[in-house]
């Protein structure tokens, strides 16, 4: 396969997010990567012209500026479409970004409405921390997306691999809606034809109680709330031997709809398992088709992705069936594939605020401080020793020099050793136990507790 690479970073050649790609250059050998740097430009030069028209896939590359793309890929981009049109509507596109995960949703909110709603062809983004490529999972983890995305390229042609994925399509909505009801219909018929089981859930059947913040999920390890309504019904109604869901559903004044939000917010409970972490998922999400369901979209999807086990797709529009078709096809080729965990792409949220919290309040919680510990979530930030205080633009050179040393010594090791892709677990056959688990009383002596 061709790739066509636009590295936006004005860094150009000590840019990690370039260094990135050198890195897939290097251990997808039979691919050819043709890397243009285009920090700084404004307009499209002939080159990179002539490196779009030859590539089967063209990848956009660029670190974070003020929460979105740079001004400049802004106007690249713009030029781009203005210019070529044709040429860009024959080509596939993907996106990738080094500043950190959930930092990184608003610049793949703004490049995924540029891709829409130009009529682009585009597949799965990727958002890592720059000094991802230093970690054996950071490397897995961009080589797994990679391969992905080149098996995203023949969509029309996936099916399931076996008859055994189960699939919930999961109504969202408040009430009645005729837009989420088509599309709920519409996506049930689509994974029927790709072979899959499905199931439909309706959540608003379920009388769920809003999270009142008690903090008893933290320190009794379980909600309250799960003896007085039906969320743990609903739980297991959607979760319950299911490898795949969809959420389809409403925007209630840019956010998810009151019944969804419910749902989601009781999932704080879940913080201290990974049962929930291995879905393939995905938000549909019917927004006003004005300007601003189109700003929606950042806020839906930094709600839903910041949920650990959430991560997915999040589209606006729920009548863009051909959108629709492509979610399904690519959750089908993820099942297929047993690849594709959710933490790979924005692993944070409640999970990460359980450790942090299971330090905090380590006398309350023990038993999760021990568990925290063990998967090495709680580890103290490590300083990078190569910070330093930089006075002038020379100092700013040598400083991004010197930090590139051990990146470059990761890429030439790649030529002899790939890292292992990253497999998406199997689910456990029993779901977690919301059940209360009272700690055995303590001994009192005569001076109180001892």
Not at 58 to 86: G, R, T, W
Not at 149 to 158: A, F, H, P, R
Not at 273 to 296: H, R
Request: hydrophobic share 35%; net charge neutral.
């Amino acid at each position: 396969m061709k790739i066509s690479v636009l590295s936006f970073s004005p860094k150009n050649e000590t840019s990690l997010t370039y260094h990135s790609m050198l890195y897939l250059q290097k251990v997808f050998k039979d691919d050819t990567f043709d890397i243009k740097l285009v920090g700084g430009q404004l307009e499209p030069k002939d080159d990179a012209i002539a490196s779009i028209k030859d590539a089967d896939l063209v990848i956009c590359i660029a670190s974070l500026f003020h929460f979105c793309v740079p001004q400049q890929m802004m106007v690249y981009m713009d030029k781009l479409m203005e210019n070529h049109a044709d040429l860009m509507r024959s080509k596939t596109f993907s996106f990738y970004t080094t500043s950190g995960k959930i930092m990184d949703i608003t610049a793949h909110g703004y490049m995924e409405r540029f891709f829409i709603e130009n009529n682009l062809k585009h597949v799965r983004f990727c958002s890592q921390y720059d000094r991802s490529l230093l970690e054996e999972k950071g490397r897995s983890e961009l080589v797994t997306w990679f391969k992905f995305i080149k098996e995203s390229m023949t969509l029309d042609e996936v099916k399931c691999c076996d008859s055994e994925c189960i699939v919930r399509v999961v109504d969202v909505s408040d009430g009645t809606n005729s837009k989420v009801e088509e599309t709920v219909v519409a996506a049930i018929a689509e994974y029927e034809a790709c072979g899959a089981k499905v199931n439909r859930v309706n959540i608003r059947d379920y009388k769920i109680r809003g999270c009142t913040a008690c903090f008893c999920c933290y320190t009794e390890r379980v909600c309250p709330m799960n003896k007085t309504d039906d969320w743990v019904k609903c739980y297991e109604d959607v979760y319950k031997d299911s490898e795949i869901i969809l959420m389809v559903g409403e925007n209630h004044y840019g956010m998810l709809g009151t019944v969804h939000k419910a749902f989601l917010d009781r999932h704080v409970q879940l913080g201290r398992f990974k049962f929930d972490q291995e879905y393939i998922s995905a938000f549909l999400v019917d927004c006003p088709e004005d300007v601003n369901g189109a700003m929606d979209l950042n806020e839906l999807r930094i709600h839903s992705e910041a949920m650990d086990g959430f991560g997915g797709h999040t589209l606006v529009d729920v009548t863009r069936l051909k959108d629709m078709k492509r979610v399904v096809k690519e959750s089908i080729l993820c099942y297929n594939n047993d690849v594709y965990p959710a933490e790979n792409f924005y692993g944070v949220g409640v999970r990460m605020k359980f450790a942090k919290l299971s330090v905090e309040i380590k006398n309350m919680t023990t038993a999760d401080y021990e568990y925290f510990k063990k998967c090495g979530d709680v580890d103290p930030w490590q300083s990078d020793y190569r910070a330093m205080p930089v006075h002038s633009a020379e100092e700013a050179q040598r400083s991004k020099s010197g930090r590139l040393i051990p990146y470059r010594a990761i890429i030439a090791d790649a030529e002899t050793k790939a890292p292992t892709i990253i497999s998406r677990k199997k689910l456990p056959k029993e779901m977690p136990k919301y059940e209360y688990v009272p700690e055995k009383p303590k001994k009192k002596g005569l001076f109180g507790r001892r």
